[in-house]
């Protein structure tokens, strides 16, 4: 199904929603497009990418309908950047206690290579108001969870649309956009959750205010783990600085002794990974992981350890720091949250070790 590796972990078939196992992502710096997740609230539209026009309007000088080749005569742009869904880790916090939605693992976090046009050009030519704050995006994908069933649609903050890193986005990879990542062009923000990065867009608004969007309004906040009257949750925008270990994954059997651990760590909004730590004894003691190099900042920073395990049942732990000194939270039970949103606690993974044979 659209073109995604039979080994990847599926949520949902329609609308597709799939998270690739973990050995999978493991295995390069820039994800396959095969492998890379897909997240979706409404069912992939048809679109004609000749038909296909950007209105953009608002508090604008002057309002602007781009065709796919009008678009492209801006100044193309590259950026490797993550995608994480607010809800990655969702399946280790509903443990806790239920929490209905996609149970992902790690894997709603991928990386690719984006190439488009920046926003900021975009708006720069229509004229951006004075009294303008954020800049709202639309596609014609109905989703059906939302009250009422309306286009998906987010917004981010002007200073954020105007930053260089904000693509509108026809290729992936080098190839062009397929059609379930947003074909014939989708927004990328990197460092915000990856519900701002809407697919199919073919409207942007710039507004004083939020979108008024059920996915910016309703879902996508963080409530508090006790309901409070009148308490309508914080607006995810920016991503909080994470973790994860993909190998060995969880429920392995790994040779006791030396033992190589990998993983990814990726920090919010241009903030890049300081350090990732793991521990085998519950977090005691830690051990420096190494550090790949990250081709930008807006991706995340693979890593790697040896750590000594026992034969027995053991439990590899991980945390990172962010560049601005944010580390993850230790415990899932203190960040719980009735939509399962921004799982960045200690990253434990659970594995049985055998002595060589
Ligand atoms: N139009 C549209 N854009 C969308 C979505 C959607 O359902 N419709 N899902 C969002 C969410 S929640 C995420 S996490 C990312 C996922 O992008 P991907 O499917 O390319 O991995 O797309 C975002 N953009
Ligand atoms: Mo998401």
Redesign the pocket.
Known sequence: MWGKHDDLIVHEHE?FNAEPAPHALARAAVTGVGH???????IVPESDPARWRLAVDGLVGRELRLSLAELREFDHHEVVAS?????NRRSSLSKLQDIPGHQWGPG?T?AARWKGVRLADVLARAGVAATAAHVEFE???I?EEASPPQR??GSIPLSKARSGEVLLAWEMNGAPLPP???APV?VVVPGY?????????DRITVRSRPSANF?QAVA?RLLPAEPVAGEDGIELGPIAVNSAILTPAAGETVPAGATAVSGYALAGDGRGVARVEVSVDGGSRWQRAELDEQPSPWTWRRWRAVVQLPPGEAEIVSRAWDTAAAVQPEREADLWNPKGYFNHAWYRTRVTCVDRA
């Open positions: 609308p890379f997740y897909v997240r979706n609230h409404g995608l994480q869904c607010a809800g709603a991928s596609a014609p994908d989703a998906f649609g379930v990542h947003g989708r959750i990856g519900a701002r990065s809407v697919k199919w867009v996915f996508y």
